[in-house]
């Protein structure tokens, strides 16, 4: 499905200072510090990076409010940001100007005036993540850093059987990182699969939200269960317990992507289109 049309995007007509605009950001996430703007200066954030070309544009500081904070090396295919623009300035300015700014690793894909109660985070229904896991014998060379990798063979069936476990709301303490600060282990899963796709074995999940480190810590799970060193039962055991030490470890960042966030139709926004390469459905 397509994206914005170009119409859309590029309107060069000027929105007026306190607008509310949204916008859908791509990025690699390798070379930064994970999403979150942090107070040492010596740290590349996406959040920072962004403030910093937004602020260029609109002659003013501008502050970005996502839909999810991405960890160190975790990429962004949909991350879903809103801002409230300090200046009259252009959709069109947001994603021209926005991408001449940025490096060549971070995209502004489209821009568009959204509702005063529309938030990035607090407005999103559901977030989908996708973890891609190269299943070779030989670390490959190309992509190393946007796949992880997995030298034993994976049974993406077994995977499959354990995943099934994770649906439904529940208790993901066995899933949780020590620093997550969140007030609940709860989360409510609605869709994970686990997929080969020749060498790539693909776990695709969505749910309301997630647990710092959850996808990660589930990927690394069924990792075990895909070679076999634990039954597929394990993960329903895994939930049950609620210890995170019973688990296996949290899988490397590189394979890890956000590639949708789901809103209420009445906001208006574009859908995500299919990912390129790899995130290709």
């Not at 039954?231 to 329903?236: F, K």
Request: with cysteine; aromatic share 8%.
């Amino acid at each position: 499905m397509a994206e914005q049309s170009d119409e859309r995007v590029f309107a060069t007509d000027p929105l007026p200072p306190g607008t509310r605009i949204a916008c859908r950001i791509e990025y690699d996430g390798s070379a930064y510090n994970g999403w979150q703007a942090q107070p040492h200066p010596g740290s590349r954030t996406v959040q920072q990076t962004l403030e910093t070309a937004f602020s260029e544009i609109a002659a003013a500081p501008v502050r970005v409010h996502c839909a999810g904070r991405t960890d160190s090396g975790v990429h962004g295919h949909a991350q879903i940001i809103h801002l409230d623009t300090p200046t009259a300035r252009s959709c069109k300015a947001w994603v021209v100007g926005g991408n001449s700014r940025l490096p060549p690793d971070i995209r502004v894909h489209w821009a568009q005036p959204v509702a005063q109660d529309f938030h990035a985070r607090f407005s999103a229904l559901a977030r989908r993540y996708r973890y891609l896991i190269a299943n070779t014998s030989i670390r490959p060379a190309l992509l190393g850093r946007q796949l992880s990798w997995q030298r034993r063979p994976l049974d993406a069936g077994r995977m499959q059987t354990a995943a099934r476990s994770l649906l439904g709301e529940q208790d993901f303490s066995a899933f949780r990182a020590a620093s997550c600060q969140s007030s609940t282990p709860f989360r409510c899963v609605t869709h994970c699969e686990v997929s080969r796709r020749g060498d790539l074995v693909v776990i695709d999940i969505q749910a309301n939200a997630f647990l710092h480190h959850m996808v990660r810590n589930i990927a690394g799970s069924l990792m075990a269960v895909g070679t076999g060193a634990r039954a597929p039962g394990w993960i329903e055991e895994l939930l049950t317990g609620g210890d995170r030490t019973r688990a296996a470890d949290t899988a490397p960042a590189d394979g890890l992507y956000l590639v949708e966030v789901l809103y209420p139709r009445r906001f208006g926004l574009p859908p995500t289109p299919p990912g390129p390469l790899l995130l290709a459905t």
